[in-house]
């Protein structure tokens, strides 16, 4: 069992739109909690996915050595992206199977430069179902959000003075 994890979210106000990421850093002992850490962060403009990729990111990256973690998320296209896809991406160039750039091609390879030092097991669970520690990560997405949010609000109330 991992001695580390990362619960891990984003959040978008709009897709595209202002947004956020949330990540939940969890170091236990058995089950007594030795430490955690919170983390967050946003984007004036981006998408629900990139931000659910920049919590993982962001979590692999806060790490000062190789580690053995669970990275737990909500997000079925962060799991099934590293898990599944990621490999046929590289392989095809950074080219889905249709010969398309992939979409995040950019934060894809950040994320697999950041795995590649650790042993990750990665996680889903159903997001807003009330797990103690993805509703955290959530909270402190949408925190990450709210700086840009309020400033995308006060550029839409100027242009329409």
């Not at 089950?31 to 946003?42: D, F, K, N, P, T």
């Amino acid at each position: 069992m991992p001695e580390i994890f990362a619960y891990t979210d984003g959040a978008c106000s709009g897709n595209p739109g202002p947004g956020g990421w949330g990540v939940v850093l969890v170091a236990r002992d058995g089950a007594r909690v030795v430490r955690e850490r919170e983390l967050s962060g946003g984007e004036a403009l981006t998408t629900n996915n990139r931000m659910e990729l920049m919590a993982a990111i962001a979590a692999l990256e806060a790490l000062d050595r190789p580690s053995t973690l669970a990275i737990v998320t909500d997000s079925a296209y962060l799991r099934d992206g590293v898990t599944r896809w990621i490999h046929g991406w590289k392989r095809n160039g950074w080219l889905t199977a249709e010969k398309k750039p992939v979409k995040n091609a950019d934060l894809w390879q950040r994320l697999d430069a950041a795995a590649s030092r650790h042993r990750i097991a990665w996680e889903w669970v159903k997001g807003h179902a009330g797990h103690p520690e993805n509703e955290r990560a959530d909270a402190l997405a949408r925190a990450g959000l709210a700086p840009y949010r309020a400033r995308a609000r006060e550029a839409d109330q100027g242009s329409a003075r």
